[in-house]
């Protein structure tokens, strides 16, 4: 039986603006407007707005709700105040990754979780499960739309526009307020590595505010093709390629977001990890050229496969190809050398540390 691909409240604005679309986690999605290094540029230099409405978004609500986000989430998000969020896990009992995902404390018993448009179905499964009976589950993705506002002028961009004073939101802090007439929920946080917002607004005022927010000079719509070249820039991890059920936090490098001294769920596999120890790393691999290296090319030391891509593309701010992949993890030093098997001809790569890209406004 056919799945059927979904469209987000944007998808005719896109049409109407020429966007390439591809399929991406089940969703109709804008790839690039006028090209992905022209959108990946003016993200770095001016503003540019992203549809993310198909990531899902859970509320949470209730007394035990707070000892409940401590045991799903492997990241302290229970000790946030109203008005924060925080970045973090939901790992299966081997600590595998299931997704990563942001906590919004909405109010001291009421919590927002944003996860990835693919496992959203999977985590609503399985954060139910591990509810307490008292605790309320619903689901807000269809009601809910997410639009990007993301660059170095983004708070220029979006000021007027908004009834809030924006340049008192700290880095993951948010604030509710109006975007014009419509009710949103502003978040200064983004996956670019510039400065920028999240806008979380009803489904229905989508398009309205989408439009509005291109009729500023500074403001350009960016795909999906864009938004991957910035994360990986930064060396971000998406989740499917540097992260899944199978990889640990540990192993991609993502410790500060795991809370050991906490019980949540994957956290006595994680330290049987950590004490038998670790067998692969995830690295950044800087290299020498322009072509780019692809996700499940083979990393090979010495001639011996060794390790495989997970991300790689051209990266338009440094001028030549990044890649993320796993190697063994006593070969993680910067400076190591690789070679990477592209076809019959290898390419040369050297473990750097990340990001690759370091004039990112994204904490000015």
């Not at 007027?160 to 978040?187: M, V």
């Not at 489904?203 to 000079?217: D, G, M, T």
């Not at 993320?324 to 001809?345: K, M, Q």
Request: aromatic residues 10%; proline residues 5%.
């Amino acid at each position: 039986m056919a799945t059927t691909v979904k469209n987000t409240p944007l998808r005719d604005s896109h049409a109407r603006r020429g966007a390439k679309f591809t399929e991406f986690g089940g969703w109709n999605m804008p790839v690039q407007y006028k090209g992905i290094i022209h959108e990946h540029k003016h993200t770095r230099s001016a503003v540019s707005v992203f549809d993310i409405c198909h990531m899902g978004e859970f509320l949470l609500k209730g007394a035990q709700a707070q000892g409940d986000v401590a045991r799903l989430i492997s990241n302290s998000v229970e000790r946030i105040r109203v008005g924060q969020c925080r970045y973090g896990f939901l790992l299966n009992e081997s600590g595998g990754i299931l997704d990563d995902l942001i906590t919004y404390r909405l109010e001291e018993e009421t919590y927002m979780l944003v996860v990835n448009a693919c496992p959203t179905e999977a985590d609503a499964e399985w954060i139910r499960e591990h509810l307490s009976p008292g605790t309320v589950f619903r689901e807000l993705s269809e009601e809910t739309a997410k639009i990007d506002v993301q660059g170095p002028r983004a708070l220029e961009a979006l000021s007027d526009a908004a009834d809030i004073p924006l340049s008192r939101l700290a880095y993951f802090h948010f604030e509710r307020g109006k975007l014009w007439e419509f009710e949103a929920l502003i978040s200064r946080t983004g996956y670019t590595g510039e400065l920028g917002y999240e806008l979380y607004v009803k489904s229905n005022a989508a398009e309205a505010i989408w439009e509005r927010l291109l009729e500023h000079p500074l403001v350009e719509p960016a795909g999906l093709g864009a938004r991957d070249t910035l994360r990986l820039e930064m060396g971000y991890p998406l989740y499917g390629q540097e992260m899944d059920e199978h990889r640990t936090p540990f192993e991609a490098g993502l410790d500060p977001y795991v809370k050991l001294k906490k019980d949540f769920i994957g956290r006595d596999a994680l330290l049987r990890q950590r004490a038998e120890g670790i067998s692969q790393g995830l690295v950044g691999l800087l290299l020498e050229g322009r072509q780019a290296a692809r996700h499940g090319f083979p990393i090979l030391r010495d001639g011996v496969p060794c390790g495989e891509v997970t991300s790689g593309s051209f990266a338009p701010s440094l001028g030549r190809a990044v890649s993320l992949g796993y190697v063994p993890w006593d070969h993680r030093a910067p400076g190591t050398r690789f070679e990477i098997r592209s076809g019959h001809r290898a390419l040369t790569a050297e473990v750097v540390p990340l990001p690759f890209y370091k004039k990112g406004t994204v904490r000015a």
